[in-house]
């Protein structure tokens, strides 16, 4: 019962959300703000009323005084609510071009500014990571992107996809990890805290000076510190996490 009333205020809070979002974006289309604040829009009232508590130690994504590339771990639909809070300021994202038509979201995920891929054209593909490359060095508009490609509740982290160290390289901008504590599996709707949470953002990788040779060892450190961190996480949070009702 709990659940589905979660479900619904859910639904009807994200139609809202994304009006409201639509609103503003059309004031201010593809301004690089948007994403930032139609994040926390979607976020900050979901977490309370679907019970995810969420920590946060993420000191790291605001020091880089310059763009950078953010690299975070992919669990599920449920990740806007997770990690919209801690979105910093002028940072869009990557997304599926299919995204786009999505009713309501899909046109204030392309409004606000987030960038939209088209992995089946691989000239289209290409245009937009050089667009993103161009935002990093001329516009300081940092990238949110999803490394694994796709949705991961699983245990281990995906190998990591090469699009985000391309561009982090072609730029010479930072990488900065952002971590999430693995939720996607051990989320209950039913509980009135369904899931605790833990963010933690690590140190600025520097790709200065790096070339495409470079990329394999690259990937394999932010993977490995990653991988590392989230396992630390999901543990602490388990071990935080009230009994569910019952027992």
């Known amino acids: ?42 976020a900050l009232p979901s977490q309370r009323f679907l019970g995810i508590r969420v920590e946060t130690d993420i000191e790291e994504l605001h020091k880089p005084a310059q763009a950078c590339v953010i690299v975070a771990n992919h669990q599920s639909n449920y990740d806007l609510f997770v990690l919209g809070g801690v979105v910093p300021p002028r940072t869009v994202s990557l997304g599926k071009k299919s995204l786009k038509w999505i009713p309501l979201f899909g046109q204030l995920y392309w409004l ?74 051990a989320l209950d709707l039913n509980q009135l805290e369904s899931v605790h949470v833990k963010i933690r953002a690590l140190p600025a990788i520097p790709t200065a000076g790096m070339t495409l040779d470079d990329m394999p060892a690259l990937m394999e450190r932010c993977r490995a510190q990653m991988a590392a961190v989230i396992d630390e996480l999901s543990s602490e949070a388990a071990d935080a996490a009230p009994a569910p009702l019952g027992r």
């Not at 703000?33 to 829009?41: M, W, Y």
């Not at 985000?164 to 996607?184: D, N």
């Open 112 to 185: 606000a500014g987030n960038v939209l891929l088209d992995r089946g054209n691989a000239i289209r593909a290409k245009q937009a990571m050089l667009t993103t490359t161009e935002a990093l060095r001329d516009r300081q508009v940092s990238i949110w992107v999803f490394p694994e490609g796709t949705r991961n509740p699983g245990p281990q982290l995906l190998p990591l996809k090469k699009g985000a160290f391309q561009m982090a390289i072609a730029a010479g901008a930072l990488i900065v990890p952002v971590c999430v504590s693995r939720y996607a599996k």
């Open 1 to 42: 019962m709990l659940s589905a009333l979660r479900l619904f205020l859910l639904c009807a809070y994200s139609a809202l959300a994304s009006l409201t979002g639509l609103f503003l974006c059309l004031l201010h289309p593809f301004n690089p703000e948007n994403t930032r604040r139609c994040a926390r829009l979607f």
